[in-house]
């Protein structure tokens, strides 16, 4: 199938297509990699009347650190933070993400931002980048916010995000020297979306110690403190509406990232 006509704008800058997300009202959509929107648009699962094109904007596609944090563009490709073309948190941790995340053809259009926005429960970004501790920055009428991230979805291919607000940013707060990190994803073949995944951070420098479960049909399950343990599992899925072998499979998941912290 092919997509409804509509009617596309680029943009010259972040204001310019929030403003054209407004005038829009529900029936603009922004486009950066398009490795998401596109297959829904030709399978009509969105029809919308106005695209704003966003991937070209530079101020989109810049990376900043400081001694606290990484801070990735929205338009950051996936193949950009793989390649090591933008600063990294410690340990190659978003490195070694990015690397996994589908196929190279994939990774050389999908963005970061675009994967947070489009909020699909099994997306790499999502569950890691919850386990970071990451927020995004926003723009969007006249103001600009800093959201957690484990605030930003809040259930699946849904976030918090105002109409005419655009995600401009990811800051990533670095690992301490102490800090251990793992991640486990289940996936029927490499490149596919998983089916059960895990990420554990583990920072006593930073007095952090959490665990996120991901693919669990919404948004993560996040454990903090003591609570980052497989006992607390079955207690964390009960009301996920995941049935007794899928949340066997998210506890071998998480089994798996525990020891890849250790």
């Known amino acids: 199938m092919k997509p409804f006509a509509f009617d596309y704008a680029r943009p010259a800058d972040v ?16 486009l950066a990699g398009g490795q998401s929107l596109g297959p829904m648009l030709n399978f009509r699962l969105v029809r919308p009347g106005l ?10 596609r810049v990376a900043r650190e400081t001694p606290e944090a990484v801070t990735i563009g929205a338009c950051v490709t996936h193949a950009e933070i793989a390649d090591g073309r933008v600063p990294d948190i410690g340990q190659g941790v978003l490195r070694r993400i990015a690397e996994g995340i ?34 995004v920055h926003t723009h969007g009428a006249g103001s600009e916010r800093a959201i957690p991230l484990e605030r930003f979805v809040t259930a699946a291919f849904r976030t918090a995000l105002e109409p005419g607000e655009i995600v401009t940013a990811v800051s990533i707060p670095r690992l301490s020297a102490r800090g251990r990190w793992g991640y486990f994803k289940a996936m029927r073949k490499p490149g596919e979306f998983a089916y059960a995944m ?57 089994a798996r990232a525990l020891a890849r912290a250790a």
């Not at 050389?108 to 699909?120: F, P, V």
């Not at 607390?232 to 995941?242: P, Y």
């Open 15 to 30: 204001a310019e297509a929030a403003e054209l997300l407004v005038a829009g009202g529900g029936d603009a959509r922004l």
């Open 51 to 60: 695209l704003v094109s966003i991937a070209q904007l530079r101020e989109l």
């Open 102 to 135: 589908a196929y190279r053809a994939v990774r050389n259009r999908g963005t970061i931002g675009g994967s947070l926005c489009h909020a699909d429960p099994s997306a790499d970004w999502l569950c890691t980048l919850t386990a970071l501790g990451a927020s």
């Open 198 to 254: 895990a990420a554990v951070l583990d920072d006593p420098g930073r007095g952090i110690k959490r665990a996120v479960i991901g693919a669990v049909g919404g948004a993560p399950v996040v454990l903090e403190g003591e609570r980052a343990a497989l006992e607390a599992v079955e207690e964390a899925l009960a009301g996920s509406g995941l049935d007794e072998i899928e949340r066997h499979m998210q506890k071998v998941a998480l």
